[in-house]
């Protein structure tokens, strides 16, 4: 599967972005889908994923109750809304597909990623 992945750009404290990651190829029913973002001098860190299937989804801790994963079956697109944005959460944020339809933690268990896309949050 391909990925893009867009939707980043500058926004202050406090404000709302929506990612948005098209595929083409293999469908969500078999994929499990993540997002990641990597800071600068930081290492690329999980941040919300979905099952392939029933589309359960999980967060991490410095996100949950801001940021909501989902998706659009019809147009293959997984997004990410991202509401009350601190400055901790600029990053590249990056969208990838993992190898079975389970949720994944770990960057090893996925084998498509898209090119990133960059978030700025100001203070």
């Known amino acids: 599967v391909q990925l893009q992945a867009f939707g980043g750009g500058l926004v202050q404290t406090g404000g709302s972005l929506r990612l948005s990651c098209a595929a083409s190829?293999?469908?969500?029913?078999?994929?499990?889908m993540g997002w990641f973002r990597q800071a600068p001098g930081k290492e690329r860190e999980f941040v919300a994923a979905?099952?392939?299937?029933?589309?359960?989804?999980n967060y991490a801790d410095s996100v949950k109750g801001r940021f909501t994963i989902s998706r659009d079956i019809a147009k293959n697109t997984v997004y990410l809304q991202m509401n009350s944005l601190k400055p901790e959460d600029t990053a590249v944020y990056y969208c990838?597909?993992?190898?079975?339809?389970?949720?994944?933690?770990?960057?090893?268990?996925?084998?498509?990623w898209g090119q990133g896309t960059l978030v700025t949050v100001s203070s």
């Open positions: 190829g293999r469908t969500f029913s078999s994929s499990g």
């Open positions: 979905m099952t392939g299937g029933s589309g359960r989804a």
């Open positions: 990838a597909a993992s190898y079975d339809s389970d949720i994944y933690y770990y960057t090893g268990e996925y084998w498509s």
